[in-house]
């Protein structure tokens, strides 16, 4: 069986969230939240948020925004990086799991309660079939989870670094004002926090105005309080552009078991996505929109998902009776 308490913890680019997580119920405690600047390394944080407990678990499993590979990690948005071997020396824990942040996303998801989650159109989820997971923050992740014989499968992906797409004469524009001094202009560089604040300023200039460079939750803030004609055009074109993306990352998953929207910006911009424009977006894939129709898309509200998911993924694997993993030893 496994032990009654363990370390989770959901590292993005900007805050790091630790909690205490019952393996037999998903429930958490002790949940704490870190700036990622105020700590050299993740270590120093995991350790940080330890000294602070009563008692130290035997056993963690930490989501990081990042792929992870061969037990190493090396942070996208962020100049951390790390390895198992060193996490786990400097923690004292005797098993640890790390995975990617938005696998463990995709793990919540049969865990969420129906008044954690929002619903944008669709209809039901096809039993079983593959769900999609994805959401702006500090970057944008992206995760399916599959149906299999020994029951859900998180499938990571960095989907969020695919090409962005523009699809009009206005999108293009806008979009070359975006990669100006880029080799590359991928979907996170658009759909993210730091997108935002982009967008704005390219909105801006394509109007011959004057932007003052503005974080992205002033600029999401001016957008829903009406007054900043630049802000509401930039949110809709994010919100647009979202769904947009959304759909091409349905089509690849085929996830006609229901798209689900994380990430720390989506449930602010929820009566955004709720006005029309992000579901016909989504839809809007030539032969392929009846095949989207029915998919329902849901914000996740719950606020520490990642967490719980993560807390999912270690109770499988010490079910499993698994060891821990030689790369990270």
């Known amino acids: ?38 700590y050299p390394t993740l270590a120093s944080a995991a ?4 000294q602070g407990l009563p008692e130290k678990p035997r056993h963690g499993a930490l989501a990081v925004a990042a792929p992870v590979v061969d037990g190493a990690v090396s942070f996208t948005n962020s100049p951390w990086s790390t390895t198992g071997a060193e996490l786990r020396r400097a923690t004292g824990l005797g098993h640890l799991l790390l995975l990617n942040d938005f696998e463990a996303l995709s793990l919540s998801l049969p865990y969420l309660r129906g008044d954690e989650l929002h619903q944008i159109g669709g209809a039901e989820p096809a039993p079983h079939a593959t769900k999609l997971v994805l959401g702006p923050g500090t970057g944008i992740g992206v995760a399916g989870l599959v149906w299999s014989e020994a029951g859900w ?53 394509s109007h011959g105005k004057p932007a003052e460079p503005l974080p992205p939750g002033e600029v999401l803030n001016r957008a829903l309080a009406g007054g900043d004609s630049i802000a509401a055009e930039t949110l809709e074109t994010f919100v647009t552009w ?11 998953f085929g996830a006609r078991g229901g798209v689900y929207l994380g990430g720390g910006i989506a449930p602010r911009m929820l009566q955004a996505l ?11 894939k030539g032969r392929m929109r009846s095949l989207l129709a029915p998919i329902p898309i849901n914000v996740i509200l719950a606020e ?26």
């Open 1 to 38: 069986m496994p032990p009654a308490s363990a370390l989770v913890a959901d590292i993005g680019g900007t805050n790091a969230r630790f909690a205490l997580a019952c393996l037999e119920t998903l429930d958490l405690r002790e949940t704490r939240q870190f700036l990622c600047s105020d």
């Open 47 to 50: 350790c940080a948020y330890l």
């Open 153 to 205: 499968v998180a499938v990571p992906g960095e989907g969020g670094h695919m090409s962005f797409a523009a699809q009009t004469p206005r999108e293009f524009e806008l979009a070359m004002r975006l990669r100006s001094g880029r080799e590359h202009l991928s979907v996170e560089r658009v759909l993210s926090g730091p997108g935002l604040a982009d967008l704005y300023g390219a909105v801006a200039a």
């Open 242 to 252: 979202l769904g947009a993306f959304a759909g091409d990352a349905a089509l690849v």
């Open 274 to 284: 709720s006005t029309g424009a992000f579901r016909q977006a989504f839809e809007a």
């Open 304 to 329: 520490f998902a990642t967490l719980k998911g993560a807390a999912a993924a270690l109770r499988a694997r010490l079910e499993r009776g698994c060891e821990p993993d030689p790369a990270l030893t």
